[in-house]
C-alpha cells in the first residue's frame, strides 16, 4: 500500500497489517454492536487472519481478539498503517 492515507475497508488489509478506523457504514444496531466490541472511529485495529473466500475476519482491537464476519467487515473503512 503505497498511500498511507488511502481509506479502504478492513477485509482489504493485509493479514498482520493495523489500521484507524475512520468510519463505519452500518446501521444503529450493528454500530452499538461494534462499540461494545470497542470498534469506533479513531480506534486501533489489526486484521489477524482470515478464512478463504467468504468466511469471517479474526482481528484485534485494544488487547482483545474476537471474530467477525466478511460482510460486517467490509464495512469498516480502515486508514492502513
Known sequence: MSN?????S????????AGNIVSIQGGR???KRLA??????GAEIKL??????????QVEVCNSR???GRG??????????
Do not use: H, W, Y
Request: proline share 4%.
Open 36 to 41: 461494545d466490541l470497542g470498534l469506533n472511529e
Open 10 to 17: 478492513l477485509i482489504e488489509l493485509e493479514e498482520g497489517q
Open 48 to 57: 489477524i487472519g482470515r478464512t478463504l473466500f467468504t468466511g469471517p475476519v
Open 66 to 68: 474476537f471474530v467477525i
Open 4 to 8: 498511507k492515507n488511502q481509506r479502504i
Open 72 to 81: 460486517m467487515a467490509s464495512r469498516i473503512i480502515v486508514v492502513p498503517k
Open 29 to 31: 444496531n450493528m454500530l
